[in-house]
């Protein structure tokens, strides 16, 4: 399944595909009302992790479901050291099926900083699957393009 988006501001052009399926299961649960299982705590944690602090930027949320590729990754920062890279695409992040930008930024939001969270994405149409944690150590500011 595939996608082209096109942002009205600066004409660029953003193509996208997932496997289908990596997400079938979830659609079957929709289509037939199923409530999907989730284990997320009701109460946010009062120090949410945020991009910012894992050393993630994202490509221009430009459209409603913009899909998460990694724009950027800080030097030195959780994120690169997890592995991460610019144009991966976040499929899953602690269990949960991330569709956009947006769902990226609001899943961390359920994560406390001290947590351990396991990360999914799609790179050269593999799944690569790693953990971000924050350590006590400054990030460097440099970053790879």
């Known amino acids: ?23 079938t299961t979830s659609v079957d649960n929709m289509l037939a009302g199923r409530a999907q299982a989730s284990d997320r705590p009701a109460l946010l944690p009062e120090d949410p992790l945020t991009l910012e602090m894992l050393g993630l930027r ?7 479901l913009t899909p998460p590729y990694i724009d950027a990754v800080r030097r030195n920062s ?17 269990g949960q099926q991330i569709a956009s930008c947006r769902a ?6 359920f994560h406390d900083q001290r947590e351990e969270i396991p990360i999914a994405v799609l790179r050269d149409g593999a799944l690569f699957e790693s953990t971000l944690q924050l350590s006590a150590e400054p990030a460097a500011e440099a970053t790879h393009e």
């Open 1 to 23: 399944m595939g996608k082209e988006l096109k942002s009205r501001v600066t004409g660029t052009w953003l193509n996208y595909a997932l496997p289908t399926e990596r997400f």
């Open 58 to 64: 994202l490509v221009p949320d430009v459209l409603p």
């Open 78 to 94: 959780p994120a690169e050291k997890a592995g991460l890279r610019p144009d991966d695409l976040v499929v899953f992040v602690a």
């Open 104 to 109: 990226l930024v609001d899943e961390l939001a």
